[in-house]
């Protein structure tokens, strides 16, 4: 992903994050191999872009709720 500005109306709310509390993870799809994830109380701070298939490894974790060692 070379131009950071095509994700400026790309990203959307993860339907896991928990909006009570303020905790809002944004993701932006759309861009192929690679899922850029970011912190919505910080939209002009930092993305971190992971590869899009660990990512979803990922997101199938949570959901089923696997906790680290």
Known sequence: MSDASALTDAWRKSSYS??????????????GSVMPV????????????????SWKRFVAAVVDGETLP
């Not at 009570?20 to 799809?29: F, H, I, Q, Y």
């Not at 970011?38 to 899009?52: I, N, Q």
């Open 18 to 31: 928990e909006n009570a509390s303020g905790g809002c993870v944004e993701v932006a799809d759309g861009f």
């Open 38 to 53: 970011r912190d919505s109380k910080v939209p002009e701070g930092p993305a971190v872009v992971f590869p899009a298939d």
